[in-house]
């Protein structure tokens, strides 16, 4: 899906589930044991970018983890981490790696920021397709908003058109131009039934 098309999806079905919410509470994610979906290669480890990584950046060997199932939600949780709704969506975003935009990537053109990706999964154990074309990813860094990139090379194209079917799973990359690669906060919401509240994920 182009990116024109997504943002006009985006700005009318928001302005939908601005007028659905009214009145009606949302589900809140919490800290869960890592989830997976029946579709989950058995190597399921993301291919190099084409612009290639700087391996000092954090992995997700470093810091992922899970909290203990059934912990309510106080705030932020680290990359790496799983959290699940209700209904059974789990998101889990790994911590971040720098990596170079390819020639013809989207990116921020101001000088100093980094450019970093993170590898999202959503696994659905509902009873439901879940459509995450509308799925909303903001990235704040330092006290600056970070400008997502779009670079087809390094399969930075946002949220996957496809549904996710009951018991599978998606996996897919996205990347943000960012002031300070270690100062990094991230808001989620699947946003395709407005029923949801964010999840943030942070690096500290």
Wanted: a negative charge; glycine letters at 6%.
């Amino acid at each position: 899906m182009h990116v024109q098309q997504r943002l006009s999806l985006l700005t009318a079905s928001l302005a939908l589930g601005a007028a659905a919410l009214t009145g009606c509470s949302q589900q809140t994610a919490t800290p869960d044991a890592e989830q997976s979906g029946s579709n989950r290669p058995t190597s399921s480890a993301p291919a190099a970018p084409a612009g290639g990584t700087d391996d000092s950046s954090p992995s997700a060997e470093d810091e992922s983890g899970s909290a203990d199932a059934g912990a309510t939600q106080q705030g932020p949780v680290r990359f790496g981490q799983t959290v699940t709704y209700p209904d059974k969506i789990s998101i889990k975003v790994d911590p971040p790696k720098e990596f170079k935009p390819t020639e013809y990537a989207v990116t921020d053109p101001e000088p100093g920021v980094k450019h970093v990706m993170f590898v999202v999964t959503v696994v659905n154990k509902s009873e439901k397709p879940l459509d995450l074309s509308l799925m909303m990813l903001t990235v704040q860094s330092g006290n600056t908003e970070a400008t997502e990139i779009f670079d087809p090379e390094n399969k930075l194209e946002g949220a996957p058109s496809t549904k996710v079917q009951p018991g599978r799973e998606s996996t897919f990359r996205v990347g943000f131009s960012v002031s300070d690669p270690n100062d990094i906060v991230m808001d989620v919401n699947p946003q395709d039934n407005f029923e949801r509240a964010d999840v943030t994920f942070t690096s500290k």
